[in-house]
């Protein structure tokens, strides 16, 4: 990968998207990961205004505080960069309050942690509404076409994806070359829906190396009687997360009325 190449490439396309589209600038959710902390940067680099959001729900200390981190880090390298912190754990706590109990609280867990990200999705375009700014997405290759590995209508809810077509591999090359916090680059790459520091592959059971393998064998038209062993293992659950993510990467359907009842 060109990498100074690629890196303005998308910045120019940001720019551009935004101009083309009479919008201000950018708002963006920084989690204290990887792929908000390269997709917050290159926003940056625009010199459009951008507007940092931390909502943290519950969240674990080490996140916030590697999220504060970037955005610091961000505001002392670009201008026109800003934060708005808006803590929304009351707002999640009250929502649970308002809902119905159940009988096993288990069965409610991934659900609520979907929910999390469709408050802080409500947040970002609540900002992008008064700022008239654009929602910078932050999904991968490997999570939006691969495993599918968001929340629909969560933090797949947004108006642009800046780094959708680069693998998680190379969003951390590109994190590098734009010196992204050492922090961010070594944490282990977590959605962060769960109020704890539990890993992306401690959820799916793959490394994202292992994944993007798996994806392109897919590409390729193999099958998992073509492996064996873990590599064998990790296609099977490349192709559990694909088929049963097929609804979030595949257009809403439409029931489309026959032209002889019309």
Not at 15 to 34: E, L, Q
Not at 128 to 143: D, P, S
Not at 189 to 217: C, F, H, N, V
Not at 250 to 259: R, S
Request: net charge negative.
């Amino acid at each position: 990968m060109q990498t100074e190449k690629v890196v303005d490439y998308i910045v120019n396309w940001l720019k551009d998207y935004a101009t083309n589209a009479g919008m201000k600038g950018f708002v963006i959710g920084v989690s204290g990961g990887i792929d908000s902390a390269v997709t917050s940067t290159l926003c940056a680099k625009t010199g459009l205004p951008l507007l940092c959001l931390e909502m943290p729900i519950h969240q674990a200390s080490t996140q916030v505080s590697r999220a504060m981190n970037h955005i610091e880090w961000l505001k002392s390298n670009f201008n026109d960069v800003s934060i708005t912190q808006v803590n929304l754990t009351p707002v999640f706590d009250s929502l649970i309050d308002a809902l119905p109990d159940v009988d096993n609280e288990a069965e409610r867990f991934m659900s609520l942690a979907n929910t999390r990200a469709r408050l802080r999705m409500t947040t970002l375009y609540y900002f992008a509404a008064l700022e008239k700014f654009l929602v910078a997405g932050t999904g991968n290759k490997v999570e939006d076409f691969g495993v599918g590995f968001y929340t629909k209508y969560g933090d797949g809810g947004v108006d642009l994806s800046p780094i959708a077509d680069l693998l998680k591999t190379e969003v951390y090359t590109i994190a590098q070359y734009l010196g992204v916090n050492k922090e961010i680059i070594v944490a282990p790459p977590t959605d962060g829906l769960w109020g704890d520091d539990r890993t992306d592959e401690d959820q799916i059971g793959a490394s994202y190396p292992e994944l993007e393998w798996a994806m392109k064998m897919a590409d390729e038209g193999k099958t998992a009687n073509d492996f064996s062993g873990r590599e064998q293992e990790v296609f099977k659950i490349y192709k559990r997360f694909n088929n049963s993510n097929k609804h979030k990467m595949l257009p809403i359907p439409i029931c489309e009325i026959p032209d002889t009842f019309m």
